[in-house]
């Protein structure tokens, strides 16, 4: 199996890019947080790699973090989620956002989630809560105890990517903040308030 890839980007789309190893150049499907991070054509780039393996084809996801990867598994274990929602729902919100509606079975906050529904919202949070609390997710940390403030983490997330803030930039600075602030002060103007003064030095 092909766990990462190191070489040339040749080229590259929001949903995929060409990665040329000594020649051979691997099409990688990704989402949109890994585009952001990649660099301009011609230079060189490394991605965590998560291999397909079907009947009809072998088909390679790439990734910018190992937290990125990890999430992207846990999505594909979940019941009716296939590697293309996967990718979606890592395009649509935040590592940060998403662990923290799970972590608080905010089904309303994942429904909001391009192409999931309710029913999948739901399976989302029975299938994968236990897992990530009992640490399968790796260094994914559940950043919410309450559907408030996952509600907040979520929104927060998209007005600083709306604000022009690196994805991975927020996903730390949120993971930091709700672990350093009291549950009961975890609200959304004094989120955005000091992810900004966090963002911003």
């Given at each position: 199996?092909?766990?990462?890839?190191?070489?040339?980007?040749?080229?590259?789309?929001?949903t995929a890019c060409v990665i040329d190893c000594g020649g051979v150049g691997y099409e990688i499907l990704i989402p949109v947080s890994t585009f952001d991070k990649l660099p301009q054509p011609g230079e060189k780039t490394v991605l965590?790699?998560?291999?397909?393996?079907?009947?009809?084809?072998?088909?390679?996801y790439g990734?910018?973090?190992?937290?990125?990867?990890?999430?992207?598994?846990?999505?594909?274990?979940?019941?009716?989620?296939?590697?293309?929602?996967?990718?979606n729902v890592l395009s649509s919100t935040s590592v940060t956002a998403f662990c923290a509606a799970v972590g608080a079975s905010d089904v309303k906050a994942l429904s909001r989630?391009?192409?999931?529904?309710?029913?999948?919202?739901?399976?989302?949070?029975?299938?994968?809560?236990?897992?990530?609390n009992s640490g399968l997710g790796?260094?994914?940390?559940?950043?919410?105890?309450?559907?408030?403030?996952?509600?907040?983490?979520?929104?927060?997330?998209?007005?600083?990517?709306?604000?022009?803030?690196?994805?991975?930039?927020?996903?730390?600075?949120?993971?930091?903040?709700?672990?350093?602030l009291p549950e009961g002060e975890i609200d959304g103007e004094k989120l955005l308030r000091n992810a900004i003064r966090k963002l911003s030095f």
């Open positions: 199996m092909i766990a990462q890839l190191s070489g040339i980007l040749a080229e590259s789309s929001f965590k790699i998560h291999t397909a393996v079907r009947e009809d084809a072998i088909i390679l990734f910018a973090t190992d937290e990125e990867r990890r999430l992207f598994r846990l999505l594909i274990e979940v019941s009716g989620i296939g590697g293309k929602l996967a990718l989630i391009n192409g999931i529904g309710k029913r999948t919202a739901e399976r989302i949070v029975v299938e994968l809560r236990d897992k990530l790796g260094d994914i940390a559940i950043a919410a105890a309450t559907p408030e403030t996952a509600s907040a983490v979520n929104d927060v997330a998209l007005a600083l990517e709306q604000l022009g803030f690196k994805r991975d930039a927020i996903d730390k600075a949120l993971k930091a903040l709700t672990a350093e």
